[in-house]
């Protein structure tokens, strides 16, 4: 009898083979593009930064062409070469013996519900075991809660299939699509998108027709994107189970994890197929799941690599955990023989880029013949380029020190790691809803994201690993992280319910159903936005504004600028974009000295309305440097990595309103002599329960709950000596204190307007 994992390699090894034979389509003369540029410039991918040297060519044949649509199409051998060296790590991945039963599985029923161990090759894996499939004539969507994963994951994949990826060439199979930046075509077979991005395709494309499966992954995660798209997919699962979705081959649904509650996820989607299965006799009865049903639904388990990982706890609490991190980096260093490389994990990219600084002083005073110590930052904010230095080969007589978040606890694998240094927090959003504010705060972590995190540490050899917490401190984590639908500002998450026609939402399918005061929080939120008629349904606008990829006050600020009695939505887009980078513009300075250089450089870009015409001028100023943009930016001491980011961003949005009609061609691109009073009116317009009144003693009360803030100290509004009598904020921070962020100047009489609009009188 054949050995079944032989057959599986065999097959598995043929089908790779095939791959990046792209197969030939003829494309009818009448759409074949005009000859000229436009054919040359498809020939030979652009971007392409692996195209061959004339060394990497060595033995193979030269580079190959196929014809698609009509065109020829360089296929590199290099790429090929990758991929075939890249085929025994994959068969080494514990997956790989299971590819049969997953393609089984999803042949005869239409949900599988996939565990395995973080590493075992799932994000990578599943994806190309099912594109061969007959069932699969579409895409395949895997979704990521973050950015850098669906990136760094679609650059594997394509390297894997020996395909280009992304926007390198049009028939690039392996795609990727995240917010602000689309790089996946016609031709993509495999798309890495962020859950956001999923949730947009289905407000275009409700019953994901584009689709042949959607690979749901990361789901202990458990955003709050997450559990509206399983929402949604069970929805969609019903009505194909019960016959009412007609489709050639059904949609098939994948939900991966590394340590989900299997069962509950089970029940989740059999009490789907029950629910659509009952007849309206027994439509309010509750009803058992049966056998039956609950067989629809398969289930995986992949057995994951481990190797032992010692533990060691700090014997007293410390609050410095940059420091004790420091220390213990440099202990292993010294100690410990090569290689290993050390995986720290730290709350945000302030700690991080502090951590960084350190490391790299104290390792430029280190004795020549040591080996060297190589600070990687690893952080959702962080340029692409950058990112991917983390997946590069350690050089030679050098251990690697990558500090990061906890995109590294489960997203995003770095190998070579021996050593975990975890300082049991992270960064975590958290709806106040007595304040109606959403702030970002640094708290503990819990058991399980602990246990992640040390499990970093032994995936490719026995590990260690450090908690900056002592061991009492361990056993008070709660045992599991609460999902974040729990905990966050729904407003965004209804709009997008809504628009996709779930008018209901009190009876929307969630995995955990939020508290019913959050919900109408929200509700209450969209109400004051514009976006729902009074009988709760969507109307035009909230349709709009659900289509912007932005919260919805954002979005709400960009419709109100299109209005043509404001006129300014180029300036609201510029100062939107700024606003959503998630770098600062406007660094913190480390020196006292340079702190005054700074400000004596910055002042021609404040301006006294405040923060946001402060970044509406930088942003434009910055546009307009043609020469040398870096130099501006150090003559004027603001991130150039921050303002590349805000121009990407910027197209984005310009575009978006552009496909959204907001936008149309004849408007100038830019605005001589910006008029802020409706800049600023617009701003209001959103951010309307942002803001706060001058109180008789100089302080500030906001308007909606009579709370207490403060100025934040990087506002260029901070110490004013004449104070505005009225002020609207875009962030809010609550440390010892609350705090208003990114702060403008308003009247009162314009509070007043909006809240004839908001409060119906
Ligand atoms: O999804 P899961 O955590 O189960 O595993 P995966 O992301 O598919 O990763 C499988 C292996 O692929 C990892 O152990 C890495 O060696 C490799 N990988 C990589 O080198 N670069 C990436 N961007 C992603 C994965």
Same mark, same amino acid.
């Given at each position: 009898?054949?050995?079944?994992?032989?057959?599986?390699?065999?097959?598995?090894?043929?089908?790779?083979?095939?791959?990046?034979?792209?197969?030939?389509?003829?494309?009818?003369?009448?759409?074949?593009?005009?000859?000229?540029?436009?054919?040359?410039?498809?020939?030979?991918?652009?971007?392409?930064?692996?195209?061959?040297?004339?060394?990497?060519?060595?033995?193979?044949?030269?580079?190959?062409?196929?014809?698609?649509?009509?065109?020829?199409?360089?296929?590199?051998?290099?790429?090929?070469?990758?991929?075939?060296?890249?085929?025994?790590?994959?068969?080494?991945?514990?997956?790989?013996?299971?590819?049969?039963?997953?393609?089984?599985?999803?042949?005869?029923?239409?949900?599988?519900?996939?565990?395995?161990?973080?590493?075992?090759?799932?994000?990578?894996?599943?994806?190309?075991?099912?594109?061969?499939?007959?069932?699969?004539?579409?895409?395949?969507?895997?979704?990521?809660?973050?950015?850098?994963? !669906? $990136? +760094?994951? =679609?650059? #594997?994949?394509?390297?894997?299939?020996?395909?280009?990826? &992304?926007? /390198?060439? @049009?028939?690039?199979?392996?795609?990727?699509?995240?917010?602000?930046?689309?790089?996946?075509?016609?031709?993509?077979?495999?798309?890495?998108?962020?859950?956001?991005?999923?949730?947009?395709?289905?407000?275009?494309?409700?019953?994901?027709?584009?689709?042949?499966?959607?690979?749901?992954?990361?789901?202990?995660?458990?955003?709050?994107?997450?559990?509206?798209?399983?929402?949604?997919?069970?929805?969609?699962?019903?009505?194909?189970?019960?016959?009412?979705?007609?489709?050639?081959?059904?949609?098939?649904?994948?939900?991966?994890?590394?340590?989900?509650?299997?069962?509950?996820?089970?029940?989740?989607?059999?009490?789907?197929?029950?629910?659509?299965?009952?007849?309206?006799?027994?439509?309010?009865?509750?009803? !058992? $799941? +049966?056998? =039956?049903? #609950?067989?629809?639904?398969?289930?995986?388990?992949?057995? &994951?690599? /481990?190797? @032992?990982?010692?533990?060691?706890?700090?014997?007293?609490?410390?609050?410095?955990?940059?420091?004790?991190?420091?220390?213990?980096?440099?202990?292993?260093?010294?100690?410990?023989?090569?290689?290993?490389?050390?995986?720290?994990?730290?709350?945000?990219?302030?700690?991080?880029?502090?951590?960084?600084?350190?490391?790299?002083?104290?390792?430029?005073?280190?004795?020549?013949?040591?080996?060297?110590?190589?600070?990687?930052?690893?952080?959702?904010?962080?340029?692409?380029?950058?990112?991917?230095?983390?997946?590069?080969?350690?050089?030679?007589?050098?251990?690697?020190?990558?500090?990061?978040?906890?995109?590294?606890?489960?997203?995003?694998?770095?190998?070579?790691?021996?050593?975990?240094?975890?300082?049991?927090?992270?960064?975590?959003?958290?709806? #106040?809803?007595?304040?109606?504010?959403?702030?970002?705060?640094?708290?503990?972590?819990?058991?399980?994201?602990?246990?992640?995190?040390?499990?970093?540490?032994?995936?490719?050899?026995?590990?260690?690993?450090?908690?900056?917490?002592?061991?009492?401190?361990?056993?008070?984590?709660?045992?599991?992280?609460?999902?974040?639908?729990?905990?966050?500002?729904?407003?965004?998450?209804?709009?997008?319910?809504?628009?996709?026609?779930?008018?209901?939402?009190?009876?929307?399918?969630?995995?955990?159903?939020?508290?019913?005061?959050?919900?109408?929080?929200?509700?209450?939120?969209?109400?004051?936005?514009?976006?729902?008629?009074?009988?709760?349904?969507?109307?035009?606008?909230?349709?709009?504004?659900?289509?912007?990829?932005?919260?919805?006050?954002?979005?709400?600020?960009?419709?109100?600028?299109?209005?043509?009695?404001?006129?300014?939505?180029?300036?609201?887009?510029?100062?939107?974009?700024?606003?959503?980078?998630?770098?600062?513009?406007?660094?913190?300075?480390?020196?006292?000295?340079?702190?005054?250089?700074?400000?004596?450089?910055?002042?021609?870009?404040?301006?006294?309305?405040?923060?946001?015409?402060?970044?509406?001028?930088?942003?434009?100023?910055?546009?307009?440097?043609?020469?040398?943009?870096?130099?501006?930016?150090?003559?004027?001491?603001?991130?150039?990595?921050?303002?590349?980011?805000?121009?990407?961003?910027?197209?984005?949005?310009?575009?978006?309103?552009?496909?959204?009609?907001?936008?149309?061609?004849?408007?100038?691109?830019?605005?001589?002599?910006?008029?802020?009073?409706?800049?600023?009116?617009?701003?209001?317009?959103?951010?309307?329960?942002?803001?706060?009144?001058?109180?008789?003693?100089?302080?500030?009360?906001?308007?909606?709950?009579?709370?207490?803030?403060?100025?934040?100290?990087?506002?260029?509004?901070?110490?004013?000596?004449?104070?505005?009598?009225?002020?609207?904020?875009?962030?809010?921070?609550?440390?010892?204190?609350?705090?208003?962020?990114?702060?403008?100047?308003?009247?009162?009489?314009?509070?007043?307007?909006?809240?004839?609009?908001?409060?119906?009188?």
């Amino acid at each position: 009898k054949e050995d079944p994992n032989k057959l599986a390699k065999a097959r598995e090894l043929s089908e790779a083979s095939k791959e990046p034979q792209i197969q030939i389509a003829k494309t009818p003369k009448s759409e074949q593009p005009q000859k000229g540029r436009e054919e040359k410039r498809l020939e030979k991918p652009r971007n392409d930064h692996r195209k061959p040297t004339d060394q990497s060519t060595k033995g193979h044949t030269g580079p190959r062409h196929t014809l698609i649509g009509g065109h020829t199409f360089y296929q590199s051998p290099h790429l090929i070469k990758r991929r075939d060296e890249l085929l025994p790590k994959r068969q080494a991945l514990p997956i790989w013996s299971q590819a049969d039963a997953i393609r089984k599985r999803l042949r005869e029923t239409n949900v599988l519900v996939l565990t395995g161990e973080t590493g075992s090759g799932k994000s990578t894996q599943v994806p190309q075991f099912l594109q061969s499939e007959d069932w699969c004539t579409k895409t395949i969507a895997i979704t990521q809660p973050r950015r850098v994963a !669906a $990136i +760094s994951l =679609a650059r #594997r994949v394509a390297e894997e299939m020996g395909s280009l990826f &992304g926007t /390198q060439s @049009p028939a690039a199979k392996v795609g990727y699509s995240v917010r602000f930046d689309n790089a996946s075509g016609p031709k993509t077979k495999i798309k890495f998108l962020t859950e956001g991005m999923l949730l947009q395709d289905m407000l275009r494309d409700p019953d994901m027709k584009q689709y042949s499966a959607v690979v749901v992954d990361e789901v202990h995660e458990r955003s709050v994107n997450v559990d509206l798209i399983l929402g949604f997919l069970r929805n969609v699962v019903s009505r194909i189970e019960n016959g009412k979705e007609a489709r050639k081959h059904p949609l098939k649904v994948v939900v991966m994890s590394a340590t989900a509650d299997v069962e509950g996820l089970v029940d989740f989607f059999a009490e789907g197929v029950n629910e659509a299965r009952k007849t309206p006799a027994t439509l309010s009865e509750p009803t !058992a $799941i +049966s056998q =039956a049903v #609950r067989d629809r639904i398969s289930t995986c388990f992949v057995e &994951g690599r /481990q190797f @032992p990982v010692k533990t060691t706890y700090l014997p007293e609490p410390t609050l410095d955990w940059v420091e004790s991190a420091l220390k213990i980096i440099f202990q292993i260093h010294y100690k410990e023989p090569l290689p290993g490389d050390v995986l720290v994990f730290l709350t945000g990219q302030d700690k991080i880029e502090a951590l960084e600084k350190l490391v790299n002083d104290y390792a430029a005073a280190m004795d020549k013949d040591m080996p060297k110590l190589l600070a990687l930052p690893l952080f959702a904010a962080l340029p692409q380029h950058a990112q991917q230095r983390i997946f590069q080969p350690t050089p030679y007589r050098t251990r690697k020190v990558i500090l990061a978040t906890n995109i590294a606890e489960t997203s995003v694998t770095v190998p070579g790691v021996r050593f975990v240094i975890d300082c049991g927090k992270s960064k975590i959003k958290q709806y #106040r809803s007595n304040l109606g504010l959403e702030s970002l705060l640094a708290k503990p972590i819990s058991r399980s994201a602990a246990i992640q995190r040390k499990g970093r540490a032994g995936r490719e050899a026995p590990g260690q690993c450090y908690r900056l917490y002592t061991e009492d401190e361990y056993k008070t984590l709660e045992e599991r992280t609460t999902p974040e639908i729990l905990r966050c500002d729904l407003s965004q998450s209804l709009l997008t319910m809504k628009a996709r026609g779930v008018n209901d939402v009190l009876n929307f399918p969630f995995l955990d159903r939020p508290p019913q005061e959050t919900l109408g929080k929200a509700l209450m939120q969209l109400f004051h936005l514009g976006a729902l008629n009074e009988d709760g349904t969507v109307n035009d606008l909230g349709i709009k504004m659900a289509k912007l990829p932005v919260t919805p006050t954002l979005a709400r600020i960009i419709v109100e600028a299109a209005r043509p009695e404001r006129d300014c939505l180029l300036d609201v887009v510029d100062i939107i974009s700024a606003l959503s980078t998630e770098d600062s513009i406007f660094f913190n300075i480390a020196t006292e000295e340079k702190r005054e250089q700074a400000e004596e450089a910055r002042k021609n870009l404040y301006r006294r309305e405040g923060d946001h015409m402060t970044f509406l001028v930088t942003v434009q100023q910055y546009a307009e440097e043609q020469t040398d943009r870096k130099a501006w930016c150090e003559r004027h001491f603001v991130s150039h990595r921050a303002m590349q980011n805000v121009m990407n961003i910027r197209k984005q949005l310009r575009q978006q309103c552009t496909s959204l009609k907001l936008l149309t061609p004849e408007m100038p691109t830019s605005s001589s002599s910006p008029n802020t009073d409706a800049i600023l009116a617009c701003i209001l317009r959103g951010f309307i329960s942002n803001t706060a009144r001058l109180c008789p003693d100089g302080s500030y009360k906001t308007f909606f709950h009579n709370q207490l803030v403060a100025v934040h100290p990087g506002s260029v509004m901070h110490g004013r000596k004449n104070k505005a009598e009225a002020i609207v904020f875009s962030e809010f921070l609550y440390t010892n204190k609350s705090y208003a962020k990114k702060v403008s100047a308003v009247q009162m009489n314009w509070i007043e307007d909006v809240m004839k609009e908001v409060v119906p009188i």
